[in-house]
T-cell receptor
Framework: SQTIHQWPATLVQPVGSPLSLECTVE??????LYWYRQAAGRGLQLLFY??????ISSEVPQNLSASRPQDRQFILSSKKLLLSDSGFYLC???????????FGPGTRLTVT | AQKITQTQPGMFVQEKEAVTLDCTYD???????LFWYKQPSSGEMIFLIY??????QNATEGRYSLNFQKARKSANLVISASQLGDSAMYFC???????????????FGKGTKLSVKP
């Protein structure tokens, strides 16, 4: 069966510090991968998606970037965090376009 | 205009009763998909049910069913025989198949908080 991992689970970082969140998927190959952000009390906003190694598409301009160095690894990064980057970050995968997405446990980021 | 609208910020239901969570959507695509997710307080998003725009039958998964009314562009979630563990946020989402080449990206509503009373 497939599983998706995210770490860390929680993170408190000062403004201006770098960020690296990691997501890995097990039990499948060549998944579509997604990064979402959820602000407090809000729905999810898609940040990035990837259909293959090294292929990243951004949905919204922002202070963040994403990379996919391996087939089942998706990384969300920032060089300098802003207060507005605080939120709950969720990674998801789907086997193909159009199929349901399965989410990881999320990372709660607080920028102070 | 919002693509997904969930008009009920919060709902209460008595344990063992059925509850309907509303979702309306806006798209000009003929081919699209509709999803419901559950988010407990732990934060993880749990996939519940899926309805394709060409599916003639309403989707069902155990106690969950999706009341799909295409002409009205609504995709309400019905939970039968509510349980205390159903207390959570519920999100409706849509995938537009012809949307600018995006690879099956989901657009989420703002969610409905369901509270099940014992």
């Amino acid at each position: 069966s497939q599983t998706i991992h995210q770490w860390p689970a929680t993170l408190v970082q000062p403004v201006g510090s770098p960020l690296s969140l990691e997501c890995t998927v097990e039990g499948t190959s060549n998944p579509n991968l997604y990064w979402y952000r959820q602000a407090a009390g809000r729905g999810l906003q898609l940040l990035f998606y990837s259909v293959g190694i090294g292929q990243i598409s951004s949905e919204v301009p922002q202070n963040l970037s994403a990379s996919r160095p391996q087939d089942r690894q998706f990384i969300l990064s920032s060089k300098k965090l802003l207060l507005s980057d605080s939120g709950f970050y969720l990674c998801a995968w789907s086997q193909d376009r159009g199929l349901e997405q399965y989410f990881g446990p999320g990372t709660r980021l607080t920028v102070t | 205009a919002q693509k997904i609208t969930q008009t009920q910020p919060g709902m209460f239901v008595q344990e063992k009763e059925a509850v309907t969570l509303d979702c309306t959507y806006d798209t000009s695509d003929q081919s699209y998909g509709l999803f419901w997710y559950k988010q407990p307080s732990s934060g993880e998003m749990i996939f519940l049910i899926y309805q394709g725009s060409y599916d003639e039958q309403n989707a069902t998964e155990g106690r969950y069913s999706l009341n799909f009314q295409k002409a009205r562009k609504s995709a309400n979630l019905v939970i039968s025989a509510s349980q205390l563990g159903d207390s959570a946020m519920y999100f409706c989402a849509m995938r537009e198949d012809n949307y600018g080449g995006s690879q099956g990206n989901l657009i989420f509503g703002k969610g409905t908080k369901l509270s099940v009373k014992p």
